[in-house]
């Protein structure tokens, strides 16, 4: 069983940046596709980005297309979210996961995080 540990949360002001991580126990993590998911107080946790086992194929929801980046190193069995030009809207807990398919369902992936807080200020 993958178990997953997100760090990098924190809070920012509004046009600043973070980048979290997601780091993998284990060494069969690029056997899985990842994907970033956020959930905001009072909503449904919602798709935020995907990545391919190999990180050659990339998926981002429309909100944060241009604004984030999502990459992982196979070698350190780690996965990266980099968050620039940061909203209050973006505020949230994320979450990274596990599955074999690098889509946008929560449902498709078999691994979660625990989770980040991610708080940004107006």
């Known amino acids: 069983q993958v178990q997953l540990v997100e760090s990098g949360g924190g809070l920012v002001q509004a046009g600043g940046s973070l980048r979290l991580s997601c780091a993998a126990s284990?060494?069969?993590?690029?056997?899985?596709?990842m994907g970033w998911f956020r959930q905001a107080p009072g909503k449904e946790r919602e798709f935020v980005a995907a990545?391919?086992?190999?990180?050659?194929?990339?998926s981002y929801a429309d909100s944060v297309k241009g604004r984030f980046t999502i990459s992982r190193d196979n070698a350190k069995n780690t996965m990266y979210l980099q968050m620039n030009s940061l909203k209050p809207e973006d505020t949230a807990v994320y979450y990274c996961?596990?599955?074999?398919?690098?889509?946008?369902?929560?449902?498709?992936?078999?691994?979660w995080g625990q989770g980040t807080q991610v708080t940004v200020s107006s």
């Open positions: 990545i391919s086992r190999g990180g050659w194929r990339t």
């Open positions: 284990e060494r069969t993590f690029s056997s899985y596709a």
């Open positions: 996961a596990a599955g074999g398919d690098p889509t946008g369902w929560a449902n498709e992936y078999d691994y």
